[in-house]
């Protein structure tokens, strides 16, 4: 690290620790080994956020992109470490949003920095493979030695994407393959090629994904056609004729209203099959189905296990395509390794979709859904090797520090700590829920919400928002006991001041 860094988390330590040891929520992380040396002991605030060199940059980069509505601060990379990010005017902030869940083992972590380091893969870094037509000579054993060591069971097969709206995409052209195929029973005809050349049938056939209100699952244009959670995201682009079905709205605590919501997930599960069935019998049958294991976007939504073992029963029974997008869940964010793996499934999924955390993105899917021919799903760079090489140390630093322990313990002790805050402000919080540190509570208004996410960050803690008052959590692995305590201090905090 360099030496700027150092002295950094130095001063921010300790005067920290002591206003945090006042409140309801007490940590000591000094008497707990930190999983990444050298991490900071706390936020440490100059500024609010974004503070001035923040607005400044804001200018200059709006100059060139007209496209800053999302940025919301500029960071300095160099100086973050571990769950801390640093800004550009120097604040130091809890991170426990972590790029919409994209950070798996925080910032800076030994281990990523050796891969990056390492002699060995310098090559790799410098000339980007392009996969799908000159791979390296180590690439199959990379697949195997990597993802495939954390294939969910059952699938074997795996192809890489640079990213999850990608994946997804690739993913829903080769169930679209998979459906033509089966549907034609042989090899295209002359018409078949030249129709679809023309954007007509038979050749271009009307097939469809149906997806779930409220989901999210990319904002390329096909993916948009499955996206449902903000306005803003499809306003004024054109989409593709895919249906829509009712997700489960649920009563929390899901063990306090098992009877309600059944009955809520029941009607779901028949409006599922009605448009299956309704869509086939008007020529336009549905392909594929997708769903998200938690609806993050879309509002940190869940269902019971029987719904999604259900959908599956669905899929089978209709000829449909069963596709689990795991790009927000994946790699230990609930607790299991995938998401899908606490369903207990008869088989596993048709597809698994994965990016965030995974580094990489891609898909696994079964033998059936292989393409049949060379070049039915190819871009210039099918992925990125260097991001393999990261995950790879993600994966042994997982292994080696226990890190689904970590989450684990986390997890009990931010849930318990929400519904305590939920307790104790009823007239602003409410619903807390979650799986692993995949974990959400809820403003009683959008404006609360807000509120409460705007308020934290200025006093040094990084959450997010989804849905329409959802404030979400999406802490890195090495989030721990000590880390969650800060979280639920400073919260105390702000949900005093209202």
Not at 33 to 44: D, H, R
Not at 151 to 156: E, F, V
Not at 456 to 461: Q, S
Request: hydrophobic residues 40%.
């Amino acid at each position: 690290m360099a030496s700027s860094s150092k002295q950094l988390f130095q001063i921010c330590g300790r005067a920290v620790l002591n206003s945090y040891s006042k409140a309801g929520f007490h940590c000591s992380p000094v008497a707990v080994q930190k999983l990444v040396p050298n991490e900071c002991e706390g936020p440490s605030m100059k500024t609010e956020v974004p503070g001035p060199k923040s607005k400044e940059l804001l200018k200059r980069l709006d100059e060139v992109t007209k496209n800053v509505g999302a940025v919301q601060y500029f960071v300095d990379f160099e100086k973050s470490l571990g769950n801390y990010l640093v800004d550009a005017d120097g604040n130091v902030l809890l991170d426990a949003f972590t790029h919409i869940a994209s950070i798996p083992i925080g910032y800076n972590h030994p281990a990523i920095l050796d891969v990056v380091k390492d002699p060995a893969n310098l090559a790799i870094f410098a000339n980007r493979p392009a996969l799908g037509m000159k791979p390296t000579g180590d690439y199959p054993d990379t697949l195997d030695r990597v993802l495939l060591t954390v294939a969910p069971k059952g699938l074997k097969r795996v192809q890489t994407m640079m990213c999850g709206a990608c994946s997804n995409e690739n993913a829903m052209k080769q169930a679209f393959l998979w459906y033509r195929q089966r549907e034609r029973g042989g090899p295209a005809t002359a018409e078949d090629i030249e129709t679809c050349m023309l954007n007509k049938e038979p050749g271009c056939p009307p097939y469809s994904v149906l997806s779930f209100d409220g989901g999210f699952h990319g904002r390329t244009m096909a993916c948009l056609s499955l996206t449902h959670s903000k306005y803003i995201q499809r306003l004024d682009l054109p989409t593709m004729d895919f249906p829509m079905a009712p997700f489960p709205i649920l009563r929390y605590p899901l063990d306090q209203f098992t009877k309600e919501n059944k009955a809520e997930e029941d009607r779901c599960l028949e409006q599922v099959l009605q448009i299956i069935q309704g869509r086939k019998a008007s020529g336009k049958p549905v392909a594929a189905l997708i769903v998200e294991p938690i609806q993050g976007e879309g509002g940190d939504n869940h269902a019971s296990v029987n719904f999604f073992k259900q959908l599956q029963k669905i899929c089978k029974e209709t000829g449909t395509a069963f596709i689990v997008d795991e790009v927000q869940t994946g790699c230990l964010a609930t607790g299991t390794f995938w998401a899908h793996e606490a369903w207990n499934l008869e088989e596993p999924p048709d597809f698994v979709t994965f990016s965030k955390k995974m580094l990489t993105g891609g898909y696994y899917f079964k033998d059936e859904f292989a393409p049949d021919m060379g070049s039915r799903v190819f871009n210039t760079w099918m992925g990125d090797p260097p991001k393999l090489l990261q995950l790879e140390a993600v994966i042994k630093t997982i292994k080696k520090d226990n890190l689904e322990a970590t989450v684990r313990e986390a997890s009990d002790v931010l849930i318990k700590g929400l519904e305590d805050l939920q307790a104790k402000y009823p007239s602003h919080l409410a619903r807390a829920r979650g799986a692993g540190t995949f974990i959400a509570i809820d403003g009683t208004s959008p404006a609360t919400a807000a509120k409460v996410v705007n308020t934290a960050r200025n006093k040094g803690l990084l959450i997010g928002l989804c849905g329409k008052e959802t404030i979400r959590f999406r802490p890195a692995l090495i989030f721990q006991k000590q880390h969650c305590n800060i979280a639920l201090d400073i919260l105390n905090k702000v949900m005093a001041e209202f």
